[in-house]
């Protein structure tokens, strides 16, 4: 069982910033694909950014130039840089990690940016 903690939501202006972290329960980090996801209210759940074991990164296109994810193996920590906040950006946040046979999901951060 990977266990899956996020923090660092907030409110937060537009044109602000936040990091988003992720403290997975075990070693996991630096194996498996770690997502960041966001769930905007009344809406579903969306794939924000994404690394891999390799380190490749994938993001969506609305958060492309603004959000970085990256990660630190030694702190079993992924986090989700935001920058230049938008409304839009506002909801959950969710940490998932994806094993070959299973994943994972954390609990989510709120994360409000205004107008």
């Known amino acids: 069982q990977v266990q899956l903690v996020e923090s660092g939501g907030g409110l937060v202006q537009a044109g602000g910033s936040l990091r988003l972290s992720c403290l997975a329960s075990?070693?996991?980090?630096?194996?498996?694909?770690l997502g960041w996801y966001h769930q905007a209210p009344g809406k579903q759940r969306e794939l924000v950014a994404a690394?891999?074991?390799?380190?490749?990164?994938t993001y969506a296109s609305s958060v492309k130039g603004r959000f970085t994810i990256s990660r630190d193996n030694a702190k079993n920590m992924v986090y989700l840089q935001m920058n230049n906040l938008k409304p839009e950006d506002t909801g959950l946040y969710y940490c998932?990690?994806?094993?070959?046979?299973?994943?994972?999901w954390g609990q989510g951060t709120q994360v409000t940016v205004s107008s």
């Open positions: 075990r070693s996991v980090v630096s194996i498996g694909t």
């Open positions: 690394i891999t074991s390799g380190s490749s990164t």
């Open positions: 998932k990690w994806s094993g070959y046979y299973n994943y994972y």
